[in-house]
């Protein structure tokens, strides 16, 4: 469904709402990856059990294991062996799944992943570039997920890293997408971009700088991922977030879009001020947020926090800004943002 079929839908529902009728349907798809407060599998299962309910999206965060790719091993045993079970899983549920792949570090994005990084390798290298080709086409052909993004928040890794490595991952993610088909490939293929770097505010200003840029370097997409930290990028209550955040990436162009990560921490952390209540306002604004755009999905890499004791955190590392973004804490006990997501999730889905 396009995102102004959706506009219209729900705008007919508010407009025939009363104050003591059901909420309004929503367009958008919401769901969680299987991220872990603990590494280990007892923690993945108890996570995916509790989250799978109120979900009717499922999302795969995937980085490209750079290290066993170029040690010669399948990409398909690969992802037969650490997807498929799970994606499976999650199909029997009745969820849809979307897939991103990251191919530059998700924590660092000046800098390529740490895999490659402590191979002394690049994605500049033709090699390098296979291994990922032939990864993304194993994620397609064998998980078939409805929707696939090929590289994550571009328009920061443009932004942040060496222009040589940007120029680098650009080649690389067009040639697998035409692989794939391009425009006419199965899955819905799309990079994410930075909400908060296309409104300039993670440059330090509240100049607009947009997207046209990525639109026109991956000209393949026919959606769009959005990834979005407001608690980051200088605003300190949901309520600043302006409600045109999302829509306004939607300009000039008919993708569908959504949201594949994204959150707002409930402890204060760093020189960050927060809440469990702030967060659960959070989760609210975002639904006006996500209904104003149109979105097509919602989804959060974390539904739970992280123990950062079972987490390698490397010196300097942002990790801990993100370790308290779950809906629930480490040990799945719920946060008062778990009612603002439950809350949406009883609302009609526009299908």
Not at 91 to 101: D, H, K
Not at 153 to 165: D, G, K, Q, S
Not at 305 to 315: A, E, H, I
């Amino acid at each position: 469904m396009s995102r102004s079929a959706a506009a219209l839908l729900l705008g007919a529902a508010l407009a025939c709402s009363e104050p003591d009728a059901p909420a309004p349907a929503r367009a958008y798809r919401i769901g969680f990856a299987a991220t872990p407060p603990r590494l280990d599998i007892q923690s993945v299962l108890a996570t995916i059990e509790m989250w799978m309910p109120r979900a009717d999206g499922a999302l795969l965060s995937l980085t490209v294991p750079w290290k066993s790719l170029l040690a010669d091993t399948s990409a398909r045993v690969l992802v037969r062996r650490d997807q498929l079970e799970l994606v499976q899983l999650y199909r029997g549920r009745g969820l849809e799944v979307v897939a991103m792949i990251d191919a530059t570090d998700g924590l660092a994005r000046d800098r390529e992943a740490p895999e490659l990084l402590e191979l002394g390798r690049s994605i500049r290298e033709p090699e390098v570039q296979r291994a990922y080709h032939e990864y993304v086409m194993a994620v397609d052909s064998v998980l078939r997920p409805s929707a696939l993004a090929l590289a994550m928040e571009t328009n920061l890794v443009r932004l942040a890293a060496p222009r040589e490595i940007y120029d680098a991952l650009r080649a690389m993610v067009n040639a697998t997408a035409q692989a794939l088909g391009g425009a006419a490939a199965r899955a819905s293929l799309s990079v994410t971009v930075q909400v908060d770097v296309a409104w300039g505010r993670l440059q330090g200003t509240t100049q607009f700088v947009g997207i046209a840029e990525d639109l026109a370097d991956f000209p393949f997409a026919r959606s769009l991922g959005l990834s979005s930290y407001p608690f980051l990028a200088g605003f300190t209550e949901p309520e600043q977030v302006p409600l045109n955040y999302y829509s306004r990436l939607g300009e000039n162009h008919d993708l569908p879009m959504m949201i594949l990560e994204g959150g707002w921490t409930s402890s204060s952390v760093a020189t960050i001020t927060s809440s469990p209540e702030k967060q659960a306002r959070w989760i609210a604004r975002q639904w006006q947020l996500a209904d104003e755009a149109g979105l097509a999905g919602v989804y959060q890499i974390t539904f739970t926090d992280l123990d950062l004791t079972s987490f390698p955190v490397p010196p300097g590392s942002i990790l801990p800004l993100f370790a308290h973004l779950g809906l629930v804490d480490t040990e799945l006990s719920p946060k008062p943002a778990l009612a603002a997501w439950d809350r949406a999730f009883r609302r009609s889905l526009i299908r």
